[in-house]
């Protein structure tokens, strides 16, 4: 009975802080090293949030997001990678394993996150607000997978969002940061 209060407690709460945020720049996320990360501090870039899994069939969009990431970081484009071990127990290791395995098999150098839920009754509060169809018509919607991919303008306006089969490379996402680039 204890567990279950503080579940749903914990769903008030994440509810609570979606439906009150304004912006994806309202929320801060823990760095895969621990350290605070408000969102806000990417005010001014376009970004992309993907929520990532390390033993997942489209793992390897890794390579295609570390590409773009180094095409376009120089003209004001950010990825933030956010483990989640929602599907299939795919991302169950520790920030720690997940940040050597990103490293070694990929070098990723765009910021990574520690791991979250981003689905069912521990939903971290940012997927709450983005899943949200209520605050986001244009991106709302559960979570399907690993690798489905949130686009913002600089201001933190939600532009696209993007299912896990659609890769980094894929001519739509190119073109909607390209647009949203050269605003």
């Given at each position: ?16 802080v ?79 394993e ?5 490293n ?80």
């Amino acid at each position: 009975m204890r567990k279950l209060s503080l579940v749903l407690i914990l769903v008030a709460a994440a509810i609570s802080v979606a439906a009150t945020a304004k912006s994806v720049y309202n929320f801060t996320l823990r760095s895969i090293d621990g350290q605070s990360v408000p969102l806000r501090s990417y005010h001014g870039k376009v970004l992309l949030l993907v929520n990532v899994a390390s033993r997942c069939g489209f793992t390897p969009q890794y390579a295609g997001l570390e590409s773009l990431y180094e095409k376009y970081k120089d003209r004001g484009f950010v990825i933030v990678g956010i483990p989640a071990n929602n599907f299939g127990g795919q991302e169950p290791g520790t920030n720690e394993e997940i940040k050597k395995f990103c490293n070694t098999k990929y070098n990723v150098s765009f910021p990574m996150m520690s791991k979250v839920s981003v689905l069912g009754p521990d939903k971290t509060p940012l997927y709450a607000f983005l899943t949200d169809n209520s605050i986001n018509p244009k991106i709302g919607g559960e979570i399907k997978w690993n690798f489905t991919k949130f686009l913002f303008d600089r201001k933190g306006k939600p532009v696209a969002r993007f299912e896990p089969a659609v890769t980094p490379d894929s001519p739509q996402v190119v073109a909607a940061i390209e647009q949203e680039l050269g605003h």
